[in-house]
Protein backbone atom coordinates (compact mmCIF):
# COMPACT_ATOMS: atom_id res chain seq x y z
CA UNK A 1 0.00 0.00 0.00
CA UNK A 2 1.28 3.00 -1.15
CA UNK A 3 1.13 6.13 1.60
CA UNK A 4 -0.11 9.53 0.57
CA UNK A 5 2.48 11.65 2.27
CA UNK A 6 5.25 13.28 -0.35
CA UNK A 7 2.90 12.18 -3.11
CA UNK A 8 0.24 14.51 -2.41
CA UNK A 9 2.91 17.78 -1.68
CA UNK A 10 3.88 17.01 -5.57
CA UNK A 11 0.68 16.45 -6.88
CA UNK A 12 -0.45 19.66 -5.63
CA UNK A 13 2.27 21.97 -6.39
CA UNK A 14 2.52 20.79 -10.41
CA UNK A 15 1.68 22.74 -13.11
CA UNK A 16 1.87 22.12 -16.41
CA UNK A 17 5.32 23.99 -17.06
CA UNK A 18 7.16 21.28 -14.53
CA UNK A 19 7.06 18.99 -17.56
CA UNK A 20 8.87 21.19 -19.64
CA UNK A 21 6.24 21.74 -22.25
CA UNK A 22 4.73 25.23 -23.44
CA UNK A 23 1.01 25.34 -23.95
CA UNK A 24 -0.34 24.48 -27.46
CA UNK A 25 -3.25 23.56 -29.23
CA UNK A 26 -5.41 20.05 -28.52
CA UNK A 27 -4.72 17.41 -30.46
CA UNK A 28 -6.93 16.15 -32.61
CA UNK A 29 -5.82 12.16 -31.45
CA UNK A 30 -6.85 12.85 -28.07
CA UNK A 31 -10.32 13.05 -26.19
CA UNK A 32 -11.68 16.63 -25.47
CA UNK A 33 -11.39 17.78 -22.05
CA UNK A 34 -15.27 17.19 -21.67
CA UNK A 35 -14.73 13.23 -22.34
CA UNK A 36 -11.43 13.10 -20.58
CA UNK A 37 -12.74 13.90 -17.10
CA UNK A 38 -16.01 11.73 -17.33
CA UNK A 39 -16.37 9.55 -14.64
CA UNK A 40 -14.47 6.25 -16.00
CA UNK A 41 -16.71 3.94 -14.80
CA UNK A 42 -17.32 -0.20 -15.41
CA UNK A 43 -20.57 -2.16 -15.51
CA UNK A 44 -23.95 -1.81 -15.51
CA UNK A 45 -25.47 1.77 -14.18
CA UNK A 46 -28.26 -0.09 -12.76
CA UNK A 47 -26.09 -2.87 -10.81
CA UNK A 48 -27.43 -3.36 -6.99
CA UNK A 49 -23.77 -2.29 -5.83
CA UNK A 50 -21.05 0.46 -6.47
CA UNK A 51 -17.25 -0.39 -5.58
CA UNK A 52 -15.01 3.09 -6.03
CA UNK A 53 -11.41 2.61 -6.14
CA UNK A 54 -8.93 5.12 -5.53
CA UNK A 55 -5.34 3.98 -7.32
CA UNK A 56 -2.05 5.68 -8.63
CA UNK A 57 -0.83 4.27 -11.77
CA UNK A 58 2.66 3.68 -10.00
CA UNK A 59 1.70 2.38 -7.06
CA UNK A 60 3.19 -1.87 -7.28
CA UNK A 61 0.33 -2.54 -4.68
CA UNK A 62 -2.55 -1.22 -7.56
CA UNK A 63 -0.96 -3.18 -10.03
CA UNK A 64 -1.07 -6.03 -8.07
CA UNK A 65 -4.65 -5.50 -7.59
CA UNK A 66 -5.73 -5.29 -11.02
CA UNK A 67 -3.21 -8.31 -11.97
CA UNK A 68 -4.71 -10.82 -9.30
CA UNK A 69 -8.22 -9.61 -8.12
CA UNK A 70 -9.68 -7.53 -10.29
CA UNK A 71 -10.43 -10.07 -13.24
CA UNK A 72 -12.07 -12.36 -10.90
CA UNK A 73 -14.00 -8.97 -9.37
CA UNK A 74 -15.11 -8.06 -12.79
CA UNK A 75 -15.81 -11.80 -14.50
CA UNK A 76 -18.55 -12.71 -11.09
CA UNK A 77 -19.80 -9.59 -9.99
CA UNK A 78 -18.97 -6.47 -12.59
CA UNK A 79 -19.88 -8.74 -16.02
CA UNK A 80 -22.73 -10.22 -14.14
CA UNK A 81 -24.49 -7.29 -13.55
CA UNK A 82 -24.42 -6.58 -9.70
CA UNK A 83 -21.70 -4.59 -9.11
CA UNK A 84 -20.28 -1.07 -10.92
CA UNK A 85 -16.84 -0.33 -10.30
CA UNK A 86 -15.74 3.31 -10.41
CA UNK A 87 -11.73 4.27 -10.54
CA UNK A 88 -10.59 7.45 -9.44
CA UNK A 89 -7.43 8.49 -10.07
CA UNK A 90 -4.92 9.20 -6.92
CA UNK A 91 -2.02 9.68 -8.48
CA UNK A 92 1.43 9.78 -5.94
CA UNK A 93 4.43 11.58 -7.41
CA UNK A 94 4.46 13.03 -11.16
CA UNK A 95 5.27 10.74 -13.04
CA UNK A 96 2.21 8.50 -11.97
CA UNK A 97 0.32 12.05 -12.68
CA UNK A 98 1.32 12.10 -16.27
CA UNK A 99 0.35 8.15 -17.04
CA UNK A 100 -3.05 9.39 -15.24
CA UNK A 101 -3.64 12.49 -17.98
CA UNK A 102 -2.55 10.22 -20.63
CA UNK A 103 -5.00 7.57 -19.91
CA UNK A 104 -7.76 10.02 -20.03
CA UNK A 105 -6.88 12.10 -23.04
CA UNK A 106 -7.79 8.51 -24.49
CA UNK A 107 -11.31 9.24 -23.70
CA UNK A 108 -13.55 6.09 -22.05
CA UNK A 109 -13.30 3.83 -24.85
CA UNK A 110 -9.66 3.23 -24.30
CA UNK A 111 -9.56 4.35 -20.41
CA UNK A 112 -9.81 1.40 -19.06
CA UNK A 113 -7.61 -0.38 -21.42
CA UNK A 114 -4.59 2.07 -20.70
CA UNK A 115 -5.16 1.79 -17.47
CA UNK A 116 -4.36 -1.89 -17.56
CA UNK A 117 -1.56 -1.39 -20.12
CA UNK A 118 0.32 1.55 -17.66
CA UNK A 119 0.18 -1.30 -14.82
CA UNK A 120 1.43 -3.63 -16.88
CA UNK A 121 4.35 -2.00 -17.75
CA UNK A 122 5.03 0.05 -14.13
CA UNK A 123 8.59 -1.42 -13.40
CA UNK A 124 9.70 -0.07 -16.85
CA UNK A 125 8.30 3.43 -17.17
CA UNK A 126 8.59 4.29 -12.83
CA UNK A 127 11.96 3.86 -13.02
CA UNK A 128 13.02 5.41 -15.71
CA UNK A 129 15.59 7.98 -16.20
CA UNK A 130 13.51 9.96 -18.63
CA UNK A 131 9.81 8.96 -16.90
CA UNK A 132 7.80 10.84 -20.34
CA UNK A 133 9.80 8.87 -22.77
CA UNK A 134 8.99 5.88 -20.94
CA UNK A 135 5.32 7.16 -20.68
CA UNK A 136 5.16 8.09 -24.47
CA UNK A 137 6.30 4.35 -25.38
CA UNK A 138 3.33 2.71 -23.59
CA UNK A 139 0.95 5.12 -24.41
CA UNK A 140 1.76 4.07 -28.14
CA UNK A 141 0.09 0.41 -27.06
CA UNK A 142 -3.42 2.71 -26.52
CA UNK A 143 -3.36 4.28 -29.76
CA UNK A 144 -0.85 7.86 -28.94
CA UNK A 145 1.61 9.54 -30.49
CA UNK A 146 4.38 11.07 -28.93
CA UNK A 147 2.76 14.13 -30.26
CA UNK A 148 -0.81 13.35 -28.43
CA UNK A 149 1.66 13.07 -25.18
CA UNK A 150 2.36 16.51 -25.62
CA UNK A 151 -0.30 18.20 -26.31
CA UNK A 152 -2.43 16.00 -23.37
CA UNK A 153 0.10 16.88 -20.59
CA UNK A 154 -0.18 20.74 -21.45
CA UNK A 155 -4.11 20.79 -20.39
CA UNK A 156 -3.58 22.42 -17.34
CA UNK A 157 -7.56 21.98 -17.06
CA UNK A 158 -7.50 17.70 -17.14
CA UNK A 159 -4.40 18.46 -14.53
CA UNK A 160 -6.55 20.49 -12.31
CA UNK A 161 -9.41 17.73 -12.31
CA UNK A 162 -7.30 14.76 -11.34
CA UNK A 163 -6.40 16.95 -8.34
CA UNK A 164 -9.72 18.03 -7.46
CA UNK A 165 -10.38 14.34 -7.44
CA UNK A 166 -7.64 13.19 -5.50
CA UNK A 167 -8.24 16.03 -2.94
CA UNK A 168 -11.70 15.09 -2.27
CA UNK A 169 -10.95 11.66 -2.27
CA UNK A 170 -9.00 12.29 0.55
CA UNK A 171 -11.39 14.97 2.74
CA UNK A 172 -14.87 12.87 1.95
CA UNK A 173 -13.57 9.22 2.35
CA UNK A 174 -10.20 9.91 4.25
CA UNK A 175 -8.16 8.10 1.67
CA UNK A 176 -4.60 8.50 2.69
CA UNK A 177 -2.98 5.24 1.27
CA UNK A 178 -3.42 3.29 -2.55
CA UNK A 179 -5.14 1.53 -3.30
CA UNK A 180 -8.35 2.03 -1.60
CA UNK A 181 -11.86 1.41 -1.66
CA UNK A 182 -15.37 2.79 -0.56
CA UNK A 183 -17.94 0.08 -0.54
CA UNK A 184 -21.26 1.06 1.03
CA UNK A 185 -19.77 4.37 2.51
CA UNK A 186 -16.87 2.49 4.36
CA UNK A 187 -13.82 3.01 3.44
CA UNK A 188 -10.72 0.08 2.81
CA UNK A 189 -7.62 0.52 2.31
CA UNK A 190 -5.15 -1.99 0.37
CA UNK A 191 -5.27 -4.44 -1.51
CA UNK A 192 -7.46 -7.01 -0.34
CA UNK A 193 -7.38 -10.86 -1.73
CA UNK A 194 -10.05 -11.69 -3.96
CA UNK A 195 -11.83 -14.08 -1.27
CA UNK A 196 -11.54 -10.88 0.83
CA UNK A 197 -13.16 -8.89 -1.53
CA UNK A 198 -15.99 -11.72 -2.65
CA UNK A 199 -17.32 -11.48 1.28
CA UNK A 200 -17.47 -7.77 1.22
CA UNK A 201 -18.91 -7.88 -1.89
CA UNK A 202 -21.37 -10.48 -1.54
CA UNK A 203 -22.59 -8.85 2.26
CA UNK A 204 -23.65 -5.41 0.40
CA UNK A 205 -25.33 -7.05 -1.90
CA UNK A 206 -27.47 -9.33 0.65
CA UNK A 207 -27.61 -5.47 2.31
CA UNK A 208 -29.37 -4.14 -1.26
CA UNK A 209 -32.02 -6.74 -1.95
Not at 3 to 15: A, D, N, Y
Not at 55 to 65: E, K, T, V
Not at 78 to 98: E, N, Q, S, W
Request: aromatic letters at 10%; hydrophobic letters at 40%; charged letters at 20%.
Amino acid sequence: MYRFILGFVVLTGLSVGFFGLSPAPASAGIASLEEATKEMVVGDAAAPVTLIEYASLGCPHCANFHKDAYPLIKKNYIDTGKVRMIYRDFPLGTPALAASMISRCGGPGRYFGMVEVFFRGQAQWSRAENPINALKSVARFGGMSGTDVDACLQNQELLNYIQKTAREGQEKHEINATPSFVLGGRTISGSLPYEDFKKLLDAELEKAK
